[in-house]
């Protein structure tokens, strides 16, 4: 199946070559035919062997993530936003327009209420440094049945109304279809009547988080209702290869 829409592939080096040095992973996805990837922390990395791969092969850097500090946890706030301005201007040298955002652990014996409003009003005061810098934070649900036991953040529709609660264009979610089909399932209505609250998304197998054409997701009509609801950006192939990756990557450009 082929579609024409504004969605684009990614592919995250850090799950997919996980045992490759960065450069060598990033030629992979050239050979393969895909124009972009990703990868998770940039404070461990050689970015100038990322960015000289990266202008190589005429590529983008969809994304990466901000620093690993609580959102949820009032306490760490100015550490986190210490870490977001860091990351700013890391994914600035690497013209990378989107950071990905984990926003911590359930803390035991606070409200959630309480938690959910630490969420918020550290967002609100990360919105005008992305604002400034021209680059989106995209917050991210988990699973916590399989991948993430304790994660604060596990469905969809608090994500989103923790954004719209902020009120940035700057800020918005990670819908990570993987994740959203083990917490909440009902994946294709839950993207289309929020697209304009998701700035990136994430997808992989499931059960397993192997390769799109394993498991009970049909990717191919979950891509065509994002590009029929408008969405123009990257999905990330989030996944954990269970054959040849260049096979499974291959297969995957092909439908775009």
Not at 3 to 11: A, C
Not at 45 to 61: G, K, N, S, V
Not at 94 to 116: A, N, Y
């Amino acid at each position: 199946m082929k579609f024409e829409s504004g969605l684009h592939p990614s592919v995250c080096i850090d799950a997919v070559f996980e045992s490759l040095p960065a450069p060598q992973a990033i030629q992979q996805v050239a050979d393969c035919g895909l124009k972009a990837f990703e990868f998770w922390g940039w404070w461990d990395r050689d970015l100038e062997a990322i960015a000289a791969a990266r202008d190589q092969h005429d590529m983008t850097i969809s994304a990466c993530c901000t620093r690993f500090i609580s959102l949820v946890d009032p306490t760490l706030r100015d550490d986190y936003l210490a870490g977001l301005e860091a990351s700013i201007a890391a994914a600035q040298r690497l013209q990378c327009k989107t950071l990905i955002s984990q926003v911590g652990d359930l803390i035991p014996g606070v409200d959630r209420e309480d938690q959910f409003r630490s969420l918020v009003d550290g967002l609100t005061q990360a919105a005008p440094m992305l604002e400034a810098a021209g680059i989106t934070l995209v917050i991210e649900p988990l699973n916590e049945l399989v991948d993430h036991p304790g994660y604060y953040l596990i469905r969809s529709d608090e994500a989103f109304a923790a954004v719209d609660q902020v009120g940035s264009d700057r800020v918005k979610v990670v819908f990570d279809i993987y994740h959203q089909q083990i917490s909440e399932g009902n994946v294709i209505a839950n993207i289309a009547k929020n697209i304009d609250k998701i700035g990136h998304f994430h997808a992989a197998g499931n059960p397993g988080r192997h390769e799109l054409t394993r498991g009970e997701l049909h990717y191919p009509s979950i891509f065509a209702a994002i590009a029929d609801a408008g969405f123009d950006g990257f999905v990330g192939l989030e996944y954990w290869p269970q054959d040849d990756p260049a096979t499974g990557l291959r297969q995957i450009a092909d439908w775009f």
